[in-house]
């Protein structure tokens, strides 16, 4: 990595009952997912990152501007730090209204390229209530809110940490496609902290995985996915991403036809198509497994795969890394299914695929 | 009674719980912040010593700050070679007085406010560029409003009524040290029963005003 263009962590930090040692690149484009357990020390990682807590031994360089280093004294104070932190909380003051509290960002810091607050206003659909007070809006709108001004303070990159954890489902349905947007434009690198798998399997191209206070896996989305080892990826959270192009769309059935690397999909409704490619997310709870074509299935989706490593998993599960043309994708199934069907890696199988989960595009 | 000696006494009585309240505002200020916001072993030791006044009878103020502010004090003396005038016995002294007197309902309103406001939403203004006086400012203040209003009215409201402090250190010169409250107890002294009247119900009128003033405001405030 070329260290203009990314962070470079390191921390070392002892708390009563917690334990945060890291020492990490995190890139500096696109969104980065911190995935982990409760108690991982994601939070904790962005309140290093932004100067909100000072951990006794510690070093952060950003695109090679060093923030802090402990071993020389180097430290720049939270102000300092170009960069922008959602909360889970709003956190929008009380006492200015949307627009107050989306300029009290940039009054502050000095803004180097045009003047995008228009953009972002719009994108996160605020032009009705920048004259509202925080306590006249809903979660959701306090939270976008939040993003925008959080976006608009010219930072270098932003922080997120779990900027949907304190919202309900359907609020969460409300923001979900303005991030979708956010990543789509890609112009500031976000740092996102979740952990919930649909959300970063949706947003991130990049995931960090955590586990008591450290790294435990570190790559680009799809590959983390599915390296089966890690404990906080497994059980329900397991499951890939891939990459298809909708070929074309069946009306009478409402279906698409997508094209991947290792065959043909079909996915319910109608994907946007606009030559750009879908992400697609696979539950590896949706994967089956067959020795030999099954002929008569209402299972849409059947793929030739070869696989190509097997990994034990929780209680009577078992995970199963396939092979699909270019992509991996990985199966859970029972320990019983792989001995029975005596699977074994290099072997030629085929997949059922039951459900794949498009992202919406609305880029 | 002439209006002078009916208005001059409740004159003062302003005039001195104005500038005390505004003291207070300046001192009170930093203090409480500090207090809110502090884990320093020291916290106590302030909270206690700031919390005094409530306890003490104002003669026990009164009197230490006579023996400090008096010219032979360590106060007053020095005083005394940087003015050539007395601290006792004088307005000046009286407004010192009354800003130790009146420092607890000053100071706890505030911390309340400054506790209430919390880390959250100064951490979030620090994110955006403020830097820590900055933050203060322009957000801390504007969210403690509540406080400083309660914090203005008791400290002028217990100015206005203060006794045994003013007795003790200012005495009873008219138009220097002859507030209110003295002139109230002047008048009962000399059995001028009516005049006593006259100045106690001026005295409630306005301490009502006050305090009415600021429960209205907060209701203003809260419905907003």
Not at chain 1, 42 to 61: D, F, H, M, Q, Y
Not at chain 2, 145 to 163: D, I, K, N, P, Q
Request: charged share 20%.
């Amino acid at each position: 990595m070329n260290a203009a263009n990314d962070i470079r962590i390191r921390y070392a930090l002892q708390r009563d009952n917690f334990t945060l040692d890291v020492d990490l690149e995190l890139p500096l484009r696109g969104i980065t997912g911190v995935f982990g357990p409760s108690g991982a020390g994601k939070t904790s990682l962005l309140r290093c990152i932004a100067g909100l807590e000072n951990p006794a031994s510690g070093k952060l360089v950003v695109a090679g501007d060093t923030w802090q280093d402990s071993s020389s004294g180097a430290w720049r104070a939270v102000h300092e730090r170009d960069v922008g932190y959602v909360f889970q909380e709003p956190r929008l003051f009380a006492h200015l209204n949307v627009r107050g509290n989306i300029e009290y960002g940039t009054r502050r810091r000095q803004h180097d390229g045009a003047a995008d607050v228009d953009h972002v206003i719009a994108m996160l659909g605020l032009e009705q209530l920048l004259g509202r007070k925080p306590d006249e809006l809903s979660g959701g709108e306090a939270q976008r809110v939040a993003i925008a001004r959080a976006l608009l303070c010219a930072p270098r990159f932003v922080l997120m940490d779990e900027p949907l954890a304190s919202l309900d489902q359907a609020r969460k349905d409300e923001i979900l496609p303005f991030l979708d947007r956010l990543h789509a434009e890609a112009e500031v690198p976000i740092v996102y902290v979740s952990h919930n798998i649909d959300e970063i399997c949706r947003l991130c191209d990049h995931l960090l995985v955590m586990d008591a206070g450290r790294v435990v896996a570190d790559g680009s989305l799809q590959s983390v996915l599915v390296q089966m080892d890690i404990p906080a990826l497994g059980g329900q959270q397991a499951g890939s991403v891939i990459q298809g192009n909708v070929r074309d769309y069946d009306e009478g059935d409402d279906l698409t036809h997508l094209q991947f690397s290792g065959g043909e999909l079909w996915v319910p409704g109608k994907a946007k198509i606009d030559g750009s490619p879908l992400r697609l997310r696979i539950r590896a709870n949706d994967v089956s497994l067959c020795r030999a074509r099954p002929l008569q299935s209402t299972i849409l989706n059947i793929v030739p795969a070869v696989v190509e490593e097997i990994q034990p998993d929780r209680g009577p599960s078992t995970l199963v890394r396939l092979v699909l043309g270019q992509d991996r994708i990985v199966a859970r199934v029972t320990r019983r299914s792989i001995r029975e069907l005596k699977l074994k890696t290099g072997d030629a199988i085929f997949a059922q695929i039951k459900s794949v989960a498009v992202k919406p595009s609305n880029s | 009674m002439s209006v002078d000696t009916l208005f001059s006494p409740l004159w003062l009585s302003v005039q001195l719980a104005g500038v005390t309240t505004v003291l207070l505002m300046i001192i009170a200020t930093p203090v409480a912040w500090w207090l809110a916001q502090t884990s320093s072993r020291w916290k106590p030791f302030v909270q206690a010593t700031v919390a005094l006044p409530i306890v003490l009878p104002p003669t026990v103020i009164g009197f230490y700050l006579l023996i400090v502010l008096g010219p032979a004090g360590a106060i007053g003396s020095w005083w005394v070679e940087m003015t050539g005038s007395a601290l006792t016995f004088s307005f000046t002294g009286l407004v010192i007085a009354s800003c130790l007197y009146s420092l607890p309902f000053a100071v706890q309103p505030l911390v309340v406010a400054f506790e209430s406001l919390g880390r959250p939403n100064l951490e979030a203004a620090w994110t955006l560029g403020a830097n820590r006086m900055d933050a203060f400012f322009s957000v801390a203040l504007p969210l403690s409003m509540r406080g400083y209003l309660g914090a203005v009215v008791l400290s002028f409201a217990h100015t206005l009524g203060e006794f045994g402090v003013v007795l003790m250190v200012g005495g009873n010169i008219p138009g220097e040290t002859r507030v209110i409250s003295i002139a109230i107890y002047d008048q009962v002294e000399s059995l001028n029963y009516s005049a006593a009247h006259q100045l106690s119900a001026l005295l409630l009128v306005v301490a009502f005003i006050a305090l009415f003033a600021m429960f209205f405001i907060n209701r203003r405030w809260q419905q907003r």
